[in-house]
């Protein structure tokens, strides 16, 4: 099986918090990517013809910038290049703001089965602190057009810890997004990262920060992190990986099959993929991808490689991402499939590990190996212990 994951850089404008590759264009540039990623989807296909889609997520950047009829064109020339299961998952992202009821109903009509809408919150002051686009009420106007439009499969994106939020605040907003009963919530916390103006804002020390504008304290950040696991489990969402909860069989597949390490293969600007444990990533080069692939050379191929970053997972990196990535799921790891996939016991690799872990409340281990509520809350410092 094979997920598919198309990258669409574009969006209205660059949130504060942002260091995607995304970034606004011309409606022209808009425009000139769409024939480059088709010539990519189609020039790929026969190095993937033994296998069969299974998940196809349309991520971004905004990728409902792109005008239906080119989302339509992209899967369409997918199901004629490529084989696909029964029943795949079709997943697009959306950002209140860039689509309307009419959209909706083209993207059903195309196939795509799951909508996945960006708000962070619902609180017309928290986003424009983020500097995003849209105001709650063109949130709900989404939310309510996606439903109208017959998609029975709708994840909401919300965010913690946002500068300036109360643990209350941020309660009321789990409760308000759990009142309209969406399949599926992801639930982050605001990172910092390098390169985005919160960094500069908040990055070193923000104590130039008006009050109302600060971080949330540690304690702050983990009462928000403890309510949103309340809040969720008691309205019956099942918290299947660290920060993705859904009602039982709506977890989104596409994700698994990241944490599971199954093959994907990623098309358009700095795309990523792994197939048979080969990693790689597309140029993010804009101008680079545009041109590689306007002519394609006489055997079809594209006038340049854009595949950077090509690496080869030794049988190490292949432990430890099975490892570290299966354990962000709830069900967490076998050691039967361990065994199977590397030919050599789990406890032969990792026992003392194992055993460490374990004595500190951190893991579980019987025939599959799961985090504790405690491990969760630490996880990063769990994951490093499996890496050589
Ligand atoms: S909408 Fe998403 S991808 Fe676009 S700038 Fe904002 S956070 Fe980044």
Redesign the pocket.
Known sequence: MLSVYIHIPF?I???L??D?L?FPAEESTIEAYVEPLLEEIETESPKYAAYRVDTVFFG???PSVLKAGHIEHILSKLRNCYKFTEDPEITIEV?PGTADRQKFEKYKNAGVNRISI?TQSVHDKELKVLG?IHNASEFFETYRMVREAGFDNVNVDLMSALPGQKAEEYGATLRTVMDLKPEHISAYSLIIEEGTPFFDMYGTDCSGTEQSLCLPTEEEERLMYEETGKVLSKEGYYRYEISNYSLKGKECRHNIAYWKRYNYVGFGLGAASMVENVRWRNTAELQEYLNAFRELKPNGKALKNIKEEIQHLNLNEQMEEFMFLGLRLTEGVSRAEFLKMFCIDMEEVYGTVLKELSEKGLIECSERIKLTQYGRDVSNYVMSHFLF
Request: proline share 0%; aromatic share 14%; charged share 20%.
């Open positions: 969006c404008r660059k949130c918090y942002c995607f995304s971004g950047g905004t950002n960006g995003r």
